[in-house]
């Protein structure tokens, strides 16, 4: 919608639009069950790219801890997932986050969602794409920068189709990325040069042939970037206006992408902190080397050229996504009138919000020319905050009208999600006070605009929506259980 309630619909006459019922509103199309959506959420989530282009920085900063880093990661993400499945199905939106937040904590704080939520939408794709050189060097020597935009404006041309031809299209380049990760993981098990020991009492290179003991400290600071590498299961609820029986189908895919997820991601990260030389190459983080090193150039080359594929699926998807945060935002009135209008509208003959589409995607590509180092620490910070709302939202989703409603609950609540909140507070006080300042200086900003540009016009602006025919029915209106 643009400038009206949750009840209008985007026009140019204000009165009119008041007038006007939900059917009028921008809709998305429902075309994609629990495999489509499988399908485009494991894409997201692209542990390929997690693997090859975000772990090597974890081995060099953890050593052979980045194993033991992941998994409690994995085992801190199992209850986020709880989270985003019983939220995801009480409020089903493409507004995923802050659509949840919003309805359950008040509009503040489901903005302030929304603006981490555009931390990672805008930063994650370019840092992703800026991989995708590297791999291709066994065929062609690329420029990493121009190569990335040219991935970034392929996935907005991609993002612009039927979402039913990219969940085939992303899956069978998702194919392609897991053959690689089990390549990978055969090989390094096959050429161990330390015993599994160092997965529990982790070290790492310490110069000269010497080694050090990774401590408790540096894992909990690269927990962030952890969860950085598993984030993208919570696709599913950005798909949630497009999935068939969403009540059902969002915790599904939810849960089972995370068990896929963690499994493809972790199997090959054991198999290389095993199989690496030595802590030095380890540290160095040049998997494709590896995989030379164990095998021949011909499985090198299918390697890498199977991790620049699952490099272009992951900006594919994650364009998909993003378009569809935006696209939510500016339904509910985050924007002036005319950029409401714009990001709002949908394409009739693809069913995709192309202006939001656009808006993601060519944004991207400028940025592949920026540095990001600094701002891939900043989305870690924002990624663990976010998570920090969902988790707050789950608290207090048992309360009032939503107590009642029919929607998929997760097993020992409140205490799940109370743990959560404790363990990701403390996860970001370890965080660099650089990243914590610029993600602080974000947020700050965004409560300014919500102060003085959504707030007095909190009758118009920022009212969250979620589709009316979507709503969780309560439990006695309900046709049959959601927890079957």
């Not at 309805?103 to 931390?119: D, P, Q």
């Not at 743990?419 to 650089?434: F, N, P």
Request: glycine share 8%; aromatic share 8%.
């Amino acid at each position: 919608m643009t400038d009206m309630p949750s009840q209008t619909a985007a026009s140019a006459a204000p009165d009119a639009d008041v007038r006007q019922t939900e059917k009028s509103a921008p809709k998305l199309t429902r075309s994609i069950g629990v495999v489509g959506g499988t399908l485009l959420t494991l894409s997201c989530l692209t542990p390929a790219s997690s693997l090859f282009v975000i772990v090597p920085d974890s081995f060099a900063t953890l050593g052979t801890g980045a194993a033991l880093t992941i998994a409690i990661a994995a085992v801190l993400c199992i209850g986020v997932a709880f989270t985003y499945s019983e939220l995801g199905t009480l409020i089903p939106s493409s507004g995923g986050e802050y659509a949840m937040v919003g309805t359950l904590m008040g509009r503040l704080a489901g903005w302030l969602v929304f603006i981490l939520s555009l931390i990672v939408v805008m930063i994650v794709p370019p840092i992703i794409a800026l991989g995708t050189a590297d791999y291709l060097a066994p065929i062609v020597h690329l420029d990493a920068q121009w190569t990335a935009a040219g991935v970034m404006l392929l996935a907005t041309v991609m993002g612009l189709l039927d979402l039913r031809a990219n969940a085939w299209i992303t899956g069978i380049f998702l194919v392609l990325e897991v053959v690689a990760c089990a390549v990978v993981a055969f090989l390094g098990f096959t050429h161990t040069h330390r015993s599994a020991s160092v997965l529990v009492h982790p070290v790492m290179d310490a110069g000269h042939g010497h080694s050090t003991p990774v401590t408790a400290g540096l894992i909990i600071a690269g927990l962030a970037t952890a969860l950085f590498i598993l984030q993208g299961f919570s696709t599913a609820v950005y798909l949630a206006e497009e999935m068939e029986n969403p009540r059902r189908n969002v915790s599904r895919t939810v849960l089972w992408t995370l068990a896929i997820g963690a499994a493809v991601v972790m199997i090959p990260v054991v198999a290389i902190t095993l199989g690496a030389p030595d802590l030095k190459t380890l540290g160095a983080g040049d998997v494709a080397g590896m995989v030379q090193s164990w095998s021949n150039s011909s499985i090198g080359t299918f390697v890498s050229l199977c991790i620049a594929l699952a490099i272009i699926n992951a900006a594919i998807v994650m364009v998909i996504q993003n378009s569809r945060v935006v696209f939510s935002s500016a339904r509910d009135a985050a924007w002036p009138t005319s950029v409401n209008r714009a990001f709002s509208h949908v394409s009739k003959r693809f069913n995709s919000p192309w202006v939001a589409t656009l808006v993601v995607g060519v944004p991207g590509a400028v940025l592949c020319f920026v540095n990001l180092d600094t701002l891939s620490e900043v989305t870690g910070v924002a990624v663990a905050a976010m998570y920090v709302f969902v988790a707050l939202g789950a608290l207090v989703s048992r309360r009032g009208a939503h107590k009642h409603r029919a929607a998929w609950r997760m097993p020992l609540w409140p205490a799940i999600p109370a743990l959560l909140v404790l363990v990701l507070v403390w996860v970001l006080w370890q965080q660099s006070t650089k990243s914590l300042l610029i993600t602080g200086f974000i947020v700050a900003g965004a409560a300014v605009y919500w102060a003085v540009y959504l707030r007095p016009r909190q009758s118009t602006h920022w009212v969250i929506s979620v589709p009316e025919d979507e709503q969780a029915p309560t439990e006695e209106t309900a046709l049959s259980p959601v927890n079957a």
